[in-house]
Structures are given as C-alpha cells and as structure tokens.
C-alpha cells in the first residue's frame, strides 16, 4: 500500500444534531446521513480512506431561496423569520467560499487534522480562503 490516502468529505447539517418543526424528513435524513459518515470512518480507515465531515453552516443556496418562499402559517415553521433574517444581514456564507473550504480540507489538510477532528466547520473565512476553519468535536 502506498502512503497516500483517499479521502472522502460529508457534508453535514446542524439538522442532524436538532430538531427544527417542520423539517422532520430532513433532519432525519441528515441524522442518518451522519450516521453513514461515521460508519464509514470505521470501516474504510483500513483501506488508506479518510472519512471527515464537514458542516458549512447556513449557505446561501436555491433551498434557502425555497425557504424564503415559505407562506404557510408561522406555527408550521417557526425557523421561517430566522433564516429570512440571515440573508437579510448578509450571514448567509457563499457557495463560493464554501467550495474554497472544502478544496482546502481535501487537500491541504494533514491526514493526522483531518482524522484527528474529523468533523469541521467553517468559522472564518479570508479574502484568499486560507485562515477558514475551525474543528469540532463530538
């Protein structure tokens, strides 16, 4: 075997941690998803394969447009006003930066940070995405 290893990156949700009304299938999903991750992390460190995780926080994508379109009533979806609130005050973290962190999780993080905290999130980011991150643990 050689020294290099795979890696693969899940993308992850403060969803799977929490429970949000109205949003019962997703974070069930996102809960079982990060599930898989860390069977994953188990079973194919054996085979020179990095498994991480990654949580980019609240991005400004196409389902956060769809959940501002929400006009059902407030009690169906009380996180409603928070996530409008987030693109309102420019919160929202780009796509672009985003990318720019995963690229920099991929392959320029040493493999003993990568498995060491394996799960990450994005807590900063620069004009030239390199002081980007911070870990989590469990």
Not at 83 to 92: N, Q
Not at 93 to 122: Q, R
């Amino acid at each position: 075997q050689s020294g290099i290893k795979a890696r693969v990156l899940h993308v992850s949700s403060g969803a799977a941690h929490s429970s949000y009304v109205g949003w019962g299938p997703y974070c069930t999903t996102k809960a079982g998803l990060h599930m898989m991750y860390k069977c994953l992390s188990a079973e194919l460190s054996q085979h020179n394969i990095l498994v991480g995780s990654l949580r980019p926080g609240v991005v400004d994508t196409p389902m956060q447009d769809g959940i501002r379109e929400y006009d059902g009533p407030a009690e169906n979806f009380p996180m409603y006003q928070k996530f409008s609130d987030l693109k309102e005050s420019g919160t929202l973290e780009k796509p672009d930066n985003v990318a720019t962190f995963f690229h920099w999780l991929l392959s320029e993080v040493g493999d003993e940070e990568f498995v060491k905290n394996m799960i990450f999130a994005i807590s900063k980011m620069t004009k030239d995405g390199r002081n980007i991150g911070s870990s989590l643990t469990e």
